[in-house]
């Protein structure tokens, strides 16, 4: 049996074992489409980094200025004046003790939980369940935050807000738009993704910070990515 699928196999022959400079790849993708739906097209990095270390953990959180394509469903923990300030911002589902028991129960639909920090103590018996899914709530990712800025961060996920963090063999893997995207689009999405990641990089980390770079859509293969033309992106799109 294959591993993938036709369309794959046919996308994946036709790309060379080069690296592409990202306008290119983003031109080729858009191209040479994998899937019959809109793919996320993702951006995967090589960080020379140990993230067993805490000094070298990366993390961030960065704001699509063309947005992610995607509509993304937000769920507020809070009660009381907070609840009133988050349900006027467009929170999807807003509450406390309805929620927690909801999702205790099985119910995951939605993409993005934020919390105000009164509420953590009932918010926290749901790491199990929300932790692994990288839905909980926390200060590091933005989304614990006071009740006078949960307009703020409810505004930034419609707008686009995308958070990320490496994994633990070193890795960061960050979606950047749709390949309905027009490509100059996708390019100052990714311009911003990158500088993100670069002002992320630990004082401690050592030698070549970017060690390996990948396009990819949801679905189809990767291209090499030139990692000098991905960092001059910043420049272009400053």
């Known amino acids: 049996m294959p591993k993938h699928g036709k369309n794959y196999r046919i996308v994946a022959s036709q790309l060379e074992d080069r690296p592409y400079d990202p306008e290119e790849a983003l031109a080729f993708f858009k191209e040479h489409p994998t899937a019959r739906f809109d793919e996320t097209m993702e951006l995967h990095l090589r960080l020379g980094v140990d993230p067993r270390h805490a000094d070298q953990m990366v993390r961030g959180v960065v704001v699509l200025p063309r947005g992610t394509g995607k509509q993304t469903r937000i769920l507020v923990f809070a009660d009381g004046e907070a609840a009133r300030i988050a349900e006027e911002a467009g929170a ?12 205790q129960g099985g119910w995951l639909d939605f993409d993005m939980a934020i919390a105000i920090p009164q509420v953590m103590s009932k918010v926290g018996r749901l790491g199990r369940i929300l932790g692994p899914r990288g839905l909980m ?32 063999t070193g890795n960061l893997h960050i979606p950047f738009g749709k390949r309905s995207f027009e490509v100059e689009a996708l390019l100052e999405n990714l311009a911003a993704v990158t500088d993100s990641v670069l002002r992320a990089r630990p004082a401690s980390a050592k030698g070549a910070y970017i060690r390996k ?22 420049a272009k799109y400053a």
């Open 92 to 103: 999807d589902y807003v509450g406390l003790d309805d929620l927690v028991q909801k999702i």
């Open 137 to 168: 709530p926390s200060p590091k990712a933005g989304t614990i935050v006071q009740p006078n800025e949960l307009k703020r961060v409810i505004d930034e996920a419609r707008k686009g807000r995308v958070s990320y963090r490496v994994d633990r």
């Open 213 to 234: 770079a990948v396009i990819a859509p949801t679905m189809g293969p990767g291209a090499k990515i030139d990692i000098p033309a991905l960092t001059a992106l910043r």
